[in-house]
């Protein structure tokens, strides 16, 4: 009965944040969790706290934050591919083989990717997309840096 409950709440907003409930097996919780214990930052969002002293600073206005030529994108669809998050930012000028979807170590996409843009300018520029769709789901943009962005590309390989 709680099960058909929390479905109804699928496609409806908690806060200021779209989600989306479906059904999963057991096991896959049970991933979920253990990878949340496991690998640092794989789940990080607003939801659990502050992040770690060695993560990009977050601040409410995004013009205030120091620009990288990285882009974090979180909220994307399971299934985005790298050819989805190119023509997203298809009037912008980026490094089309510096654009990473990560993974949990089970393959599984996290729903965050980063793109490197040619500059730090150019980045700056592609902000612009903030909050727009790709599919169904709306994409949050971050100013992220070259060691996040590795870090999140080495555990995909794990």
Request: overall charge positive; some cysteine.
């Amino acid at each position: 009965m709680q099960v058909e409950f929390a479905l109804q709440r699928d496609r409806q907003n908690m806060g200021r944040r779209y989600v989306e409930v479906f059904r999963c097996k057991k096991q896959d919780y049970y991933n979920a969790v253990a990878s949340e214990v496991s690998y640092e930052g794989i789940y990080d969002n607003d939801y659990h706290g502050s992040p770690p002293p060695s993560r990009t600073k977050r601040f409410s206005d995004k013009d205030q934050m120091e620009y990288t030529e990285i882009l974090k994108m979180r909220g994307l669809p399971f299934s985005a591919t790298k050819a989805q998050i190119i023509d997203f930012f298809k009037d912008f000028k980026l490094i089309e083989d510096r654009v990473h979807i990560a993974c949990r170590p089970d393959g599984k996409a996290t729903g965050e990717a980063f793109v490197e843009f040619v500059s730090p300018d150019e980045a700056k520029k592609a902000m612009c997309k903030d909050k727009m769709t790709i599919g169904s789901r709306y994409v949050e943009l971050f100013p992220s840096t070259t060691d996040e962005a590795r870090r999140a590309e080495s555990r995909s390989r794990q």
